[in-house]
Nanobody, 117 residues
Framework: QVQLVESGGGSVQAGGSLRLSCVGS???????MGWFRQAPGKEREGVAT???????IYADSVKGRFTISRDNAKNSVSLQMNSLKPEDTAMYYC????????????WGQGTQVTVSS
């Protein structure tokens, strides 16, 4: 069973930065990892994903502002968020896809990000 624990959320003014971290309970070097978010009243959306080889994909809304990275030695994945906007306000979740194509089957509990204008 994979357990994921996120940290780093908080409240920040527009234009500010936050760094989210996610630590897993198992070696995740071969997993695809992703960050997702869900705002009140909205569907969950993908923010950024990173494959085992380090290749990344970003949602258009965060390109150029967010950076996903991983540290396999620490079983962790991070999301550096810069130039934050009020519309980035959401609960952010870390997720793991052990088969890289089998679906994100493991999820963290989420960390809240609130951006004020």
């Amino acid at each position: 069973q994979v357990q994921l624990v996120e940290s780093g959320g908080g409240s920040v003014q527009a234009g500010g930065s936050l760094r989210l971290s996610c630590v897993g309970s198992v070696y995740m070097y071969s997993y695809c990892m992703g960050w997702f978010r869900q705002a009140p009243g909205k569907e969950r959306e993908g923010v950024a994903t990173i494959e085992s080889d380090g290749s990344t994909i970003y949602a258009d809304s965060v390109k150029g502002r967010f950076t996903i990275s991983r540290d396999n030695a620490k079983n962790s994945v991070s999301l550096q968020m810069n130039s934050l906007k009020p519309e980035d306000t959401a609960m952010y979740y870390c997720a793991a896809d052990p088969l890289c194509g089998g679906g994100y089957n493991y999820w963290g509990q989420g960390t809240q990000v609130t951006v004020s204008s």
